[in-house]
């Protein structure tokens, strides 16, 4: 069956850099557009970043423009999320999702000094 398996949150300092990672099997990972969500507390889940499936697309939503980089290692079926400058207003559990079909269990991200 599909799984996704996010990995890399944790407590940062703002400013700080984080690299989440998501592990997909169970379907052709290759062909599959990836995207990352968060949802931070008391708040709707939001989109962050999105991947096409042979990684020539990229999107992000304007609050980490610039910040964050999405990527994928499709022989790996691994996507990331490289988050740079980060700030406590990025504190959110993140969720790795499959064409927003399939969601993996989500990673916390804490930003705080």
């Known amino acids: 069956q599909v799984q996704l398996v996010e990995s890399g949150g944790g407590l940062v300092q703002p400013g700080g850099s984080l690299r989440l990672s998501c592990a997909a099997s169970?379907?052709?990972?290759?062909?599959?557009?990836m995207r990352w969500y968060r949802r931070a507390p008391g708040k709707e889940r939001e989109f962050v970043a999105h991947?096409?499936?042979?990684?020539?697309?990229?999107n992000y939503a304007d609050s980490v423009k610039g910040r964050f980089t999405i990527s994928r290692d499709n022989a790996k079926s691994t996507v990331f999320l490289q988050m740079n400058s980060l700030k406590p207003e990025d504190t959110a559990v993140y969720y790795c999702?499959?064409?927003?079909?399939?969601w993996g269990q989500g990673t916390q991200v804490t930003v705080s000094s």
């Open positions: 999702t499959a064409a927003s079909q399939y």
């Open positions: 169970g379907f052709t990972f290759s062909i599959v557009p």
């Open positions: 991947i096409s499936g042979n990684g020539g697309t990229t």
